[in-house]
């Protein structure tokens, strides 16, 4: 599968965005998916991920109540909306997709990713 996030962009801090994934393939449906942002000189962490059937999402601590990820097997895609921004989620985001269980939290876990999507919080 591959997959293209897009939606990033400046946003002020307490703003909102909408990322999405688009993934090609017809085994979309198949993959836990996930979200990653990698800030510059940090490690790549775990934002987000949600099952093949759009459930259990779980979220890092840092976003949850205010980022929700969901997907749409139909379109195959899968976004992530981020409400209540803060400059401290300024970072390159990336999809990922998960062939196994699912749900993991750990960047070896993932099996497909796409390239990133900027997105920067102004103070």
């Known amino acids: 599968v591959q997959l293209q996030a897009y939606g990033g962009g400046l946003v002020q801090a307490g703003g909102s965005l909408r990322l999405s994934c688009a993934a090609s393939g017809r085994t979309f449906s198949r993959y836990a998916m996930g979200w990653f942002r990698q800030a510059p000189g940090k490690e790549r962490e775990f934002v987000a991920a949600v099952s093949w059937r759009g459930s259990s999402p779980v979220y890092a601590d840092s976003v949850k109540d205010r980022f929700t990820i969901f997907r749409d097997n139909t379109k195959n895609a899968m976004y992530l909306q981020m409400n209540t921004l803060k400059p401290e989620d300024t970072a390159v985001y990336y999809c990922?997709?998960?062939?196994?269980?699912?749900?993991?939290?750990?960047?070896?876990?993932?099996?497909?990713w796409g390239q990133g999507t900027q997105v920067t919080v102004s103070s």
């Open positions: 990922a997709a998960d062939i196994g269980l699912g749900l993991s939290r750990e960047t070896s876990s993932y099996d497909y």
